[in-house]
């Protein structure tokens, strides 16, 4: 093992609640980026659903009578 990685293994596990800390609220701000990703994409899946009535396509309000 290179120097490179035997220091930071030390630095890393010196402290271990702060290892722990930091590793919490990586995992913490993920779960978080997944659930936005979660609502952007099922409220685009609803809006789209409800753009489309009867599966005929998208609309053209202003062509519309």
Do not use: C, E, K
């Not at 890393?12 to 609640?17: A, K, Y």
């Amino acid at each position: 093992m290179s120097l490179v990685w035997t220091l930071a293994s030390r630095n890393l596990f010196q402290d271990r609640l702060r290892f722990a800390a930091t590793l919490i609220g990586i995992v913490f701000s993920v779960v978080l980026v997944m659930v936005q990703m979660g609502l952007y994409f099922g409220f685009g899946r609803v809006v789209t659903t409800i753009d489309r009535p009867r599966g005929r396509g998208p609309v053209d309000r202003h062509q519309r009578r």
